[in-house]
């Protein structure tokens, strides 16, 4: 399964002249190409409607481009065809601006959810949750579900869920958004520790403070364009 | 293949989960099931009986052939050797008078019926029985006119019409089952394909976040086949215990009147192959029924 995927590209994100309209007549996304490498990370800002949100659903296939060619691990993903979604799913993970966790499922289950779409075993699973939970500072909420944590715990599930599958991807809209800044702090630390170990991270915000701390690699999009990409100074880029 | 057993595993307590949460519609669904099942459980009980007893009536087929008064027993005994050589007969019996007057009377009122009559009015006859080779609608036409020939018969009657009939009504009973289970099956699998698509529906956050983790198309459906087969294999025992159970009640009381339809034969159940055969049935339904209900459904 993985064999069919690999490649010996050292640049699992590729985006040439790629635009997307919802709308005949408004794009999106304007003529955006990119390429970003193996275990780099990227910050992708703009503002609120600029098509942050838009670039990473075209990377996961949620959408499909109008207009160019999209690379992820090699492969094309402009016309990719339905029944390839999943393995390249499975191999991205993806924290979402509105979270989107099972209601009614414990914090667990739910962080879960990404080991069972592949078939790991129950024990495994659990042992791997847990310690992802940890290290997101909720494994004494494990048993709780979603609706009776705080709006920053909830994204500290999503967070998670996307990277207890150690994926190769790992995509983040906002995931900051409801964090105090310490806790912020806490879960870019995890998000650079994963680009460490290889995983290629774009995280999608709005947050200066962020930008300034972090000097890296910063995508701005403005109505749909790419309008920077700079690579900042920075000790291991 | 460790991988597939969890991934079943994960499934199984995934369709587990989805019966609990919609737990009135799927037992709604498996009763409908049940009775359906049931219905044509029953009609399958009355033809396997009936046809049972069709077996019985051909091989017991015989030929009574009525005499003319006046025949001594040797004359009899003479008769029924020619009659013996005939093509296709298998064995003959003499019923002399006397006899024939010993067996009505051990029928229950034919004491009291020919009390007042002087004189034995009941004819002398030979029951013939057929080799297995004449045992048909053409043998025993051959037969029958092969012995009007013979001096000293006056009638020959056979149980055959009465048999043709039996066989149309078996036959009969056999279609409207056939129609009753296609009309039964029809609407069981639009039960469950109903409440599959319901429970979709309920579903549909949940199988959306799924596919965004990269759960593929089996993953995402096979839940709801266990689903539908298991309502359908539920439907499909709960039926069999009715029937059984209605068969323990129904029989001693319809004794008097089964007797008539099945004679002397024990009315059965179903063999094993039979109940393996309903059970099978109804899971089949549960399954097309979910499988039905995931067409054109995309994930
Ligand atoms: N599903 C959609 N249908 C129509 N328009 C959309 C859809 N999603 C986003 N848009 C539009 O595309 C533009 C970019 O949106 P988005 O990618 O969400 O920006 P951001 O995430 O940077 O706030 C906006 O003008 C938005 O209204
Ligand atoms: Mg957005």
């Known amino acids: 399964m993985r064999g069919a995927w690999e490649s010996r590209d050292d640049c699992p994100v590729r985006m040439y002249r790629v635009s997307k309209s919802y709308i005949a007549g408004s794009a999106a996304l304007r003529d955006v190409s990119l390429e970003i490498r193996k275990g780099e990370f990227v910050f992708l800002t703009g503002q609120s409607g600029a098509g942050k949100t838009t670039l990473l659903d075209l990377l996961f296939a949620a959408e499909r481009p109008s207009e160019g060619q999209i690379l992820m691990l090699g492969r094309n993903i402009a016309r990719l065809r339905g029944s390839a979604i999943p393995a390249l799913r499975r191999r991205v993970g993806v924290v979402f601006q509105d979270f989107k966790l099972l209601q009614g499922r414990s914090v667990e289950e739910n962080v879960r959810i990404t080991l069972d779409v592949v078939g790991t075993p129950r024990r495994e699973a659990r042992s791997r949750v847990f310690n992802m939970l940890r290290q997101v500072g909720l494994q004494h909420r494990r048993y709780h579900s979603p609706e009776s944590l705080s709006g920053g715990e909830q994204q500290r599930v999503a967070i998670a869920r996307a990277l207890v599958g150690e994926p190769e991807i790992l995509l983040a809209d906002e995931p900051t958004g409801n964090l105090d800044p310490d806790l912020s702090i806490e879960i870019i630390e995890l998000m650079l520790n994963a680009a460490t170990r290889g995983t290629t991270v774009i995280v999608a915000t709005h947050d200066h403070a962020l930008l300034e701390r972090y000097h890296r690699r910063t995508l701005r999009l403005e109505a749909g364009q790419l309008a920077e990409d700079e690579a900042r100074a920075s000790a291991d880029l | ?299």
């Open chain 2, 1 to 299: 293949m460790k991988r597939v057993a969890v991934i079943l595993a994960i499934l199984g307590r995934s369709a587990l989960r989805g019966l609990q949460s919609a737990a009135v519609t799927a037992a709604i669904a498996t009763a409908t099931i049940a009775i359906a099942l049931f219905l044509v459980g029953a009609f399958g009980l009355v033809v396997v009986n009936m046809e049972g007893l069709l077996d019985r009536f051909g091989r017991d087929l015989q030929i009574t052939a009525y005499l003319e008064e006046g025949y001594d027993a040797n004359a009899l005994r003479g008769l029924a050797g020619r009659v013996a050589t005939v093509e296709g007969v298998y064995s003959v019996e003499v019923i002399d008078k006397d006899a024939a007057l010993e067996r009505f009377r051990a029928m229950s009122g034919g004491a009291a019926l020919l009390g007042g009559l002087d004189g034995n009015p009941l004819p002398a006859s030979l029951e013939i029985t057929l080799d297995d080779a004449h045992r048909t609608n053409e043998g025993l036409e051959i037969l029958t006119s092969a012995l009007d020939g013979l001096p000293g018969i006056d009638e020959i009657a056979h149980g055959q019409d009465w048999i043709e009939g039996y066989a149309r009504a078996v036959a009969l009973v056999r279609v409207s089952g056939y129609a009753l289970g296609t009309v039964l099956s029809l609407a069981t699998l639009l039960i469950v394909a109903n409440t599959i698509r319901l429970g979709v529906y309920s579903r549909k956050d949940e199988l959306g976040i799924l596919a965004l983790v990269g759960a593929s198309r089996t993953f995402v459906r096979t839940p709801f086949l266990i689903e539908g087969t298991l309502q359908g294999a539920i439907g499909g025992l709960l039926a069999l215990l009715l029937l059984l159970g209605a068969f323990q009640v129904a029989v001693p009381q319809l004794q008097y009147g089964l007797t008539f339809f099945l004679g002397s034969t024990e009315p059965r159940f179903f063999e094993a192959g039979e109940i393996v055969r309903l059970l099978l049935g109804g899971a089949g339904l549960g399954l097309g029924g979910s499988a039905a209900a995931l067409i054109g459904w995309r994930s």
